[in-house]
């Protein structure tokens, strides 16, 4: 079993940054898709960037695409997400999540392990 565990969430006013962090324990992460995703009151869970086991690809959603920028760290087992140039329309509960599927890695329910989320609030 894997526990991921979100953290670094907060309120921030537009324009600011955070640094979510998602600490992996119970097994090795190292040859999982990591991906953040992010829900929003009243809307469905969306994708927001993701990260392969490598560590070489990633990907981004358009909206996030140039802000937010995704790393890890497989000795540690820790996936990072940057975010910088916050906006309100940021604010979201931000949810750390691992899937062996390299393919696949924008779908939610491809993705075997979640967090409870972390909350960032984009004040304006």
């Known amino acids: 079993q894997v526990q991921l565990v979100e953290s670094g969430g907060g309120l921030v006013q537009a324009g600011g940054s955070l640094r979510l962090s998602c600490a992996a324990s119970?097994?090795?992460?190292?040859?999982?898709?990591m991906g953040w995703f992010r829900q929003a009151p009243g809307k469905e869970r969306e994708f927001v960037s993701s990260?392969?086991?490598?560590?070489?690809?990633?990907n981004y959603a358009d909206s996030v695409k140039g802000r937010f920028t995704i790393s890890r760290d497989n000795a540690k087992n820790m996936v990072y997400l940057q975010m910088n140039s916050l906006k309100p329309e940021d604010t979201a509960v931000y949810y750390c999540?691992?899937?062996?599927?390299?393919?696949?890695?924008?779908?939610?329910?491809?993705?075997?392990?979640w967090g409870q989320g972390t909350q960032v609030t984009v004040s304006s």
């Open positions: 990260i392969e086991w490598i560590g070489i690809t990633t």
């Open positions: 119970g097994r090795t992460l190292s040859r999982y898709t």
């Open positions: 999540a691992a899937t062996p599927s390299r393919s696949y890695y924008y779908a939610p329910e491809y993705y075997n392990y």
